[in-house]
Structures are given as C-alpha cells and as structure tokens.
C-alpha cells in the first residue's frame, strides 16, 4: 500500500473516533515501525536500544497524537518525536556512565565493531564506523540525508534547524565521512 499524507489523513481522523481509535493506531505504528526503526537504530546502534527507543516513541505518539495540529506531515511529526527519543536515550546513556559522550559514541563504535557479522574490509562496516565519529548532530544531519533520503525542507522542520545549516551540517559530515574510509 502506497504511504500518502491522505492516508494519513484518514487514520488520523479514525484516531480520533473512539470505535477506531486502537486500530487506527495499529495501522500508524505499522506503516511507520519499520522506517522509524531504522531511523533509530543507525542512531542509537544497537537493536535493544533501538526496540527500547521505538516503544518511547510508539507510547509518546500515542498520549500526543489527539492534539496533533497537522501543521506539519505526520511523517515529520514521526520523525521529531523518534530523533527526540534518540537524543534524550543518548544523553541518559552519557549521565548512567558519569562520562563524557565522546565516550558513549566510542561505546556505540565498540558495538559495532563487537557485532558478529563485522568485517572492517567491507565498505558498510567502514561507513557505521565513520558515521559513529561524527559529531551528534551532523550523525543525525547524514542519516535522514543519506539513508531516509529526507529533503532538507523536511529535515529543518524535523530538526527545527534552518535548512542552510543543515546543508553545512550535511556537507562537513560527508567530509569526514570520506576522510575516515580513504584513511581507515
């Protein structure tokens, strides 16, 4: 089935009727559980914490979704809630271990490279690993561009940033990213 903002549409007027209301909600989390998973685990890393996440996002989306205003797509609403989620995870991870979140980034590069199926000659495993030595914003910036393939006009309401400093964003991390694989 086609993902379209009418369909949304129509699930959000089913949510807030309270026959429909649970499977409307069923029908949001399952056209959307699979991009927003992965839009949180390129971000948090590991699976557990990413299921762990998604559920945060899935209960927020839940107690917030009658008030939403539709002042932007539910997609992007989606998005802000998930990128929101990851960044409250990310920042609790750093305050649990009382270190700095330079060491909670060089802990999610040690999950990656602690994966069974890990090669650091393989080229996607070289890109994880670059990406974990971005900066946290410009980590999120690179994947809603490269992986979600996300407009920076989305990306800015998403991210509540100005699309300009998104492109920098964009731009600095892929030069790093390039720099880490001709390197590494």
């Known amino acids: 089935m086609a993902l379209t903002n009418q369909d949304d549409a129509e699930l959000l007027r089913q949510f807030r009727e309270p026959a429909t209301k649970e499977a409307a909600y069923t029908a949001l989390v399952r056209k ?31 107690n917030a ?16 809630i998930a990128t929101n989620e990851c960044l409250t995870f990310l920042e609790s991870q750093k305050k649990r271990a009382a270190v700095p979140l330079g060491d909670v980034e060089s802990g999610l590069e040690n999950r990656i490279k602690a994966d069974p199926g890990f090669d650091a000659n393989r080229l996607e495993w070289k890109l994880q690993l670059a990406i974990q ?4 914003k410009q980590r999120i910036v690179f994947t809603l561009r490269y992986y979600d393939e996300m407009p920076y006009e989305e990306m ?15 731009h600095h991390a892929v030069k790093k990213v390039e720099d880490y694989i001709k390197n590494h």
């Open 133 to 136: 030595q971005l900066p946290e």
């Open 156 to 170: 800015s309401r998403v991210l509540e940033t100005s699309e300009g400093a998104l492109k920098a964003s964009y």
């Open 32 to 62: 959307y559980q699979e991009r927003l998973y992965w839009h949180v685990r390129r971000i948090v890393v590991s699976h557990d914490d990413a299921s762990d996440v998604l559920q945060n996002v899935f209960i927020r989306v839940w």
């Open 65 to 80: 979704l009658e008030n939403f205003k539709q002042e932007s797509q539910l997609y992007t609403w989606l998005y802000r």
